[in-house]
């Protein structure tokens, strides 16, 4: 019985580590369901369009002056000519 045992998990691990070596080592990404508007009709255009529409809302991340933590551009508050994460941290002296 442990012979038995000590086979099936070598297999386990032989099978799991393939798979994780196709993967390329990274976890496993989650699905996103397609939009509505992307039907069946259209899937190459559209699968693309919805690549360029996604890369359009990457922002900008930038680096607060006092804390180093990282924020969206569009959330910068600027004072002093440094950029801040938050106007409490803008008050505050940089570090």
């Given at each position: 019985?442990t012979?038995?045992?000590?086979?099936?998990?070598?297999?386990?691990?032989?099978?799991?580590?393939?798979?994780?070596?196709?993967?390329?080592?990274?976890?496993?990404?989650?699905?996103?369901?397609?939009?509505?508007?992307?039907?069946?009709?259209?899937?190459?255009?559209?699968?693309?369009?919805?690549?360029?529409a996604?890369?359009?809302?990457?922002?900008?991340?930038?680096?607060?002056?006092?804390?180093?933590?990282?924020?969206?551009?569009?959330?910068?508050?600027?004072a002093?000519?440094?950029?801040?994460?938050?106007?409490?941290?803008?008050?505050?002296?940089?570090?």
């Amino acid at each position: 019985m442990t012979r038995i045992l000590f086979w099936l998990g070598l297999v386990f691990l032989v099978m799991f580590a393939i798979r994780s070596k196709l993967q390329g080592g990274r976890p496993p990404q989650p699905r996103r369901a397609a939009p509505p508007d992307e039907g069946a009709a259209g899937g190459g255009a559209a699968r693309q369009g919805g690549r360029r529409a996604a890369a359009a809302e990457i922002e900008t991340m930038l680096c607060c002056a006092h804390c180093g933590v990282y924020y969206p551009a569009s959330e910068t508050v600027a004072a002093g000519g440094r950029d801040y994460c938050s106007a409490a941290h803008a008050r505050l002296p940089a570090a």
